[in-house]
């Protein structure tokens, strides 16, 4: 059985219920960096961030009674400083009158699972081509700005923005010309907004702004003028010169507002703009 503990690929590793380090296997080397004669005899600590030394103080005391803590999630250090994802299991070691004597702990690094993890989570929230929220996180942003709208007595600005002509332009540059120009018209919507505010991709060629702390409409204007102004700037193409505007539709939204009829009423707004030559946001 020792032989089969030495050699698991999991670190296995057990300690004192005062956390000193008993025995260490290869597994627990690899995972932590650490060879076996550095760490045995030394508190578990060495491999605990500070604040995650108290989690494992209260498992170990729960373990002390007997009882178990099942494959819980939280952080450990390597050698190098580095934080490491583990998942964690902990079983109490009996002695021979059957009382609590050590712990034993099966770590298993999941570094690459929580990355798939975050990954995944975000692609359901954020547009492939763009990298900006989808509608999905466009509606939860427009949700978080309202009931922040409502502690500072303030109003949220959501804009509704169409390219002007950008279908004639994706047919002759073609669907790679296309996405280009909706990567950069991207780009420069989120460089005139604040950091605050939410850049989002609707669909196609359509974009919604959430704007946090506006007071009046005047205000939201001025940063309609100010996308406009930057979307309407010259940007190369393979190789070619293009120019391309938006229409703008402005809604201000209360708290108690939803946020899906403030995204309809912009629509609507920019839809007003779009037949008219000018203004190009009202």
């Known amino acids: 059985m020792s ?31 650490f060879a076996a004669n550095e760490v045995v005899g030394s508190n578990i600590d060495c491999v605990i961030p500070l604040d995650r030394a108290h989690e494992l103080a209260a498992i170990l005391t729960r373990v002390a009674t007997g009882q178990r803590a099942d494959h819980y999630e ?11 994802d583990v998942s964690v299991a902990i079983s109490p070691v009996l002695g021979a009158s059957g009382e609590t004597v050590a712990a034993s702990m099966i770590v298993r690094d999941i570094g690459r699972q929580t990355q798939i993890r975050l990954q995944l989570a975000h692609q359901a929230l954020h547009d492939e081509l763009t990298n900006l929220p ?15 709208a409502a502690r500072s007595g303030t109003c ?6 169409d390219l002007d002509g950008f279908k004639p332009l994706n047919d002759r540059l073609g669907h790679a010309g296309g996405d280009q120009i909706l990567r950069i018209v991207a780009e420069r919507l989120q460089s005139a907004v ?16 959430v704007c946090h702390d506006v ?5 939201a204007r001025t940063i309609a003028e ?3 102004a930057m979307v309407a700037k010259p940007l190369l193409v393979d190789d070619e010169w293009v120019v391309i505007r938006a229409s703008i539709g402005i809604v201000l939204g209360r708290p108690g507002a939803s946020a899906d009829a403030l995204v309809n009423d912009a629509d609507a707004a920019m839809y007003q703009v779009k037949r008219k030559t000018l203004p190009r946001y009202r």
């Open 134 to 148: 989808n509608r999905a996180l466009l509606r939860d942003r427009i949700e978080g700005a309202l009931a922040r």
């Open 194 to 209: 604040r950091p605050d505010d939410t850049v989002a991709r609707f669909g196609g060629d359509e974009f919604v702004i």
């Open 156 to 161: 949220v600005a959501v804009l509704f923005l």
């Open 3 to 33: 032989a089969i503990v030495a050699s698991c690929e999991d670190a296995i590793v057990a300690v004192s219920l005062d956390g000193t380090i008993l025995s260490w296997n290869r597994g627990a080397e690899a995972l932590y960096g």
């Open 215 to 219: 007071l009046v409409e005047d205000q």
């Open 226 to 228: 100010r996308v406009a």
């Open 74 to 84: 939280t952080w450990h250090c390597h050698d190098d400083g580095s934080v490491i």
